[in-house]
């Protein structure tokens, strides 16, 4: 006979952002249980991501987007330092590779200040090349308040603040299916040991699976589902020096922010993502897509040596709309956006996710009131 549980809060979702979730709500004074469905928190979009503190310059005015990673970068950065989680402010800067590209750059300095990213400021080409000898451009926007993180770290660190509350993680469980009563959600979990629980509060923060999540919910009104989009994304990893002290990005394309450089804490650098479409979740990097991968780079750093990238590792993005619309906004519905006051559902949790889990975090917690 499969046991069934009485339990206030449900966070369903292991990453970066369910986490983040859970803790928050572990801190208030609620007794929450965390489900994820794989062997192990944080394993799938949390362990493919460019490991970037971002600062908030791309986000319409508005979004939450714009309004959680602003506000989330600055608690993370104090978060980090009050923990001791290893980051770095190595700043970062966006490069104009044309004259054409120099308005990109304007418009995108006074979509920071509308967001409240202040610290930005345009330097020309002998500045630019004065700060990094080995990167080309006719100008570049420079993002003081950008940074780098140990992911895994701070999910530790997220992990021990829920149990240090009085939270409970509990992996390989997924949700096999649930039901919408009265004032209540009854879910059914799969696993090692099934069990049914009856849950006061249930937080959507699947990620990828956000979506099936809330089709298997039996009494959902399915309007309340936004589409589903998903844009894979590619990383290699160069094999040598990185030629850059900060984090270098072009102006972006359609989905993404164009294949840029990163760091790691170590220094090593790696190239990413690209943007691929995509219908079906699959983790492979085909190392023929390092063709455009050299010719995109080479437009900021034209001393790239063949054979000098390798296949590292690809992510996918949840999104809400597709490439014609930019892949959407942030999705964070309250009871009564979703029409139950039990249910709280994240969509389209991609970047900068990470970046704002301490303020996506508050604001879920908020909405459970």
């Not at 493919?48 to 503190?53: A, K, L, M, T, Y």
């Not at 936004?226 to 900060?246: D, S, V």
């Not at 090593?268 to 063709?291: H, M, S």
Request: aromatic residues 6%; contains cysteine.
């Amino acid at each position: 006979m499969v046991e069934v549980l009485d339990l206030d809060c449900v966070v369903v979702g292991g990453g970066v952002v369910g986490l983040a979730v859970a803790r928050e709500l572990a801190m208030s004074g609620r007794e929450v249980v965390l489900l994820e469905a794989e062997p192990m928190t944080g394993s799938i979009t949390s362990a493919r991501n460019s490991e970037v503190i971002h600062a908030g310059l791309y986000y319409a005015t508005g979004s939450l987007k714009a309004e959680l990673c602003v506000a989330g970068k600055d608690k993370l950065y104090d978060y980090c330092r009050e923990r001791s989680v290893p980051h770095k402010a190595c700043g970062k800067l966006v490069v104009a590779s044309s004259e054409e590209e120099l308005g990109y750059l304007e418009k995108l300095s006074r979509q920071a200040r509308a967001n409240g990213v202040e610290d930005c400021y345009l330097i020309d080409a002998a500045e630019l090349f004065r700060r990094e000898p080995q990167i080309r451009g006719f100008a570049a926007l420079v993002s003081p308040s950008t940074g780098i993180i140990d992911s895994h770290s701070l999910m530790q660190a997220y992990i021990t603040d829920i149990e240090s509350n009085g939270g409970a993680i509990v992996c390989n469980s997924p949700v096999i299916e649930g039901e919408l009563a009265a004032d209540k959600i009854r879910l059914s979990v799969g696993g090692r040991d099934p069990v049914r629980i009856e849950a006061r509060l249930v937080v959507n923060a699947a990620g990828l699976n956000a979506w099936t999540l809330s089709e298997r919910l039996l009494g959902l009104d399915v309007s309340t589902i936004p589409p589903r989009h998903y844009a894979k994304g590619c990383y290699f990893a160069l094999t040598g020096r990185a030629p850059a002290k900060q984090l270098i990005y072009p102006v972006p394309e359609p989905g993404g922010l164009g294949v840029h450089l990163t760091l790691d804490l170590a220094g090593q650098a790696r190239f990413g993502p690209d943007v691929e479409w995509v219908e079906a979740i699959d983790y492979d990097v085909d190392p023929r897509r390092a063709d455009k991968f050299y010719s995109a780079i080479r437009r900021y750093w034209p001393d790239l040596v063949d054979g000098a990238l390798q296949p590292a590792y690809s992510g996918i993005r949840p999104k809400i709309a597709g490439p014609a619309a930019g892949g959407g906004d942030f999705v964070i519905q309250g009871p009564e956006k979703t029409g139950h006051p039990a249910y709280i559902a994240l969509y389209g949790i991609e970047s900068p996710g990470l970046t704002a889990s301490l303020a996506i975090g508050q604001k879920v917690a908020r909405l459970a009131g």
